[in-house]
């Protein structure tokens, strides 16, 4: 093999859901392309497996996703096209809680706000519609027509097998033992050889922090745990019959799944029992106790589902402490870029993660607002990625028309304001900066205090966990 052979424009670590999309994306704007994985492609001992995964457009977590939401719609229809193969099931999707819980009010504040089409039912209205429901009758649900759901392993081939008649090179079982800058460019080490890279794109899930130390307790996996109960009334646990959910009861908040692929009315309780630890060491069995904790959300709230147990399945959660993802370049090798702590809500847009990871990529930018997803919101290390947006807000230099959608990290800058950050509320700040710094760009902003741009100086008030 020469030289030349082991160099290519982008090397990809990770091939799940992230990793092959990005694969894809890069092979697709004629990259040489190396994606490695440590295990098999597809593997179910990550965050892309369990044969359905939820998508949908109306958004509780917060309003601002639903933009990348739309692109995802889009780039998940435009891999079907390239593979032939539906990836992309639409039944509905049903938020359901108290009027009063975040869940309800949430999801309805983002079809208010994009104008999605929407219906807001009561919890009887649910159960007449869609039988195999029996939801507190005074709780609300906003019905969303465009949910549905991903198949996660067959979406992980798709893009891999578009990769590769692209030219893309891929491996599996090829583990990465290290990496280092080598000038403005990469230089990786796995386990069976070594290549160097321009640009080098971390999507490792839970195991990103092993590699990116500056991750550590950022990114954190967490044992999670699925269920699939055989439905004793089956022809109301269909597709065409039973709507995704994501619901809010006392018990906790818990998502599910019509019967499809494999028997059994699949679901989970968010967090599960909350065991965190390492992606290496977490246990990938289930167990009695895992069973009973879902069995009784079942018996409760979806009886005609609660039949006997078909699958148990664990897989992981990489949360951050926010629960936003983390999308971002190195804070110090611009070359290299990362996608992780999805939080349990990442895989629908993988579609898009995968453009977005290509362009930080090709050219340490991107096309779409990821303002939200900083590093520096937790480390105070603002990349080359944001600091472009600081320094020009600091000129009083960008403006949301000329350089892309409003984002609440800049809906009040310049005002002596701070973004709302995850909830878009703003917050007066007076002080100047704990280190005694100027601003960045040298200059207070009108009315004192600092410029609400710099993450360096966020405090925990401004960017708020939504669960």
Request: aromatic share 12%; charged share 20%.
């Amino acid at each position: 093999m020469t030289a030349y052979s082991k160099h290519y424009n982008a090397i990809v670590v990770g091939i799940g859901a992230m990793g092959s999309a990005t694969c894809y994306q890069l092979a697709r704007r004629n990259k040489r392309v190396l994606g490695l994985e440590r295990f098999d492609i597809p593997h179910d001992l990550g965050s892309s497996h369990g044969y359905t995964r939820i998508i949908r457009l109306a958004y509780y977590e917060h309003p601002s996703y639903v933009a990348l939401l739309r692109r995802a719609y889009e780039l998940w229809a435009d891999i079907e096209r390239t593979t032939g193969e539906q990836l992309l099931y639409r039944t509905g999707s049903l938020d359901c809680g108290p009027a009063d819980s975040w869940v309800f009010k949430g999801s309805l504040q983002s079809c208010v706000e994009y104008d999605l089409p929407h219906e807001v039912l009561t919890g009887a209205q649910v159960s007449e519609r869609y039988p195999g429901y029996r939801l507190p009758r005074e709780n609300l649900a906003v019905f969303q027509p465009d949910g549905g759901f991903l198949v996660p392993e067959r979406g992980t081939v798709a893009y891999v097998e578009a990769a590769h008649a692209l030219g893309a090179e891929i491996h599996g079982r090829e583990a990465l033992l290290g990496w280092e800058p080598w000038g403005d460019a990469v230089r990786v080490f796995t386990d069976r050889d070594e290549y160097t890279a321009d640009a080098l794109v971390f999507t490792a899930g839970g195991w990103n922090q092993n590699v990116l130390p500056f991750l550590r307790g950022l990114a954190v996996p967490e044992r999670q745990v699925l269920a699939w109960l055989q439905p004793t009334r089956p022809e109301l646990f269909r597709p065409e019959r039973f709507p995704v959910f994501n619901c809010l009861v006392p018990e906790g908040r818990y998502y599910g799944f019509p019967v499809f692929a494999v028997p059994g009315f699949k679901f989970g309780r968010y967090h599960h029992f909350e065991e965190t630890g390492e992606a290496e060491t977490l246990s990938r069995e289930a167990f009695r106790e895992d069973e009973e904790v879902l069995r009784d959300f079942a018996a409760r709230y979806f009886p005609d589902g609660a039949g006997p147990t078909m699958i148990l399945k664990a897989c992981l959660f990489t949360n951050t402490p926010d629960r936003h993802f983390l999308i971002d370049l190195h804070p110090d090798h611009p070359q290299v870029s990362f996608a992780a702590g999805f939080s349990g809500h990442g895989y629908k847009f993988a579609s898009v993660i995968g453009e977005i990871m290509a362009d930080l990529a090709e050219r340490q930018a991107t096309r779409h607002d990821v303002s939200l997803f900083n590093l520096a919101r937790f480390t105070g290390q603002v990349s080359q990625l944001h600091q472009q947006k600081v320094d020009m807000l600091a000129r009083g230099a960008w403006s949301p028309a000329a350089h892309g959608p409003e984002h609440p990290l800049y809906r009040h800058a310049g005002r002596g304001e701070v973004p709302g950050g995850a909830l878009g509320r703003p917050h007066d700040r007076r002080r100047p900066p704990a280190d005694g710094s100027q601003t960045v760009g040298g200059r207070w902003p009108a009315g004192g205090g600092h410029s609400s741009a710099d993450p360096r100086y966020w405090t925990d008030a401004d960017v708020k966990p939504f669960w």
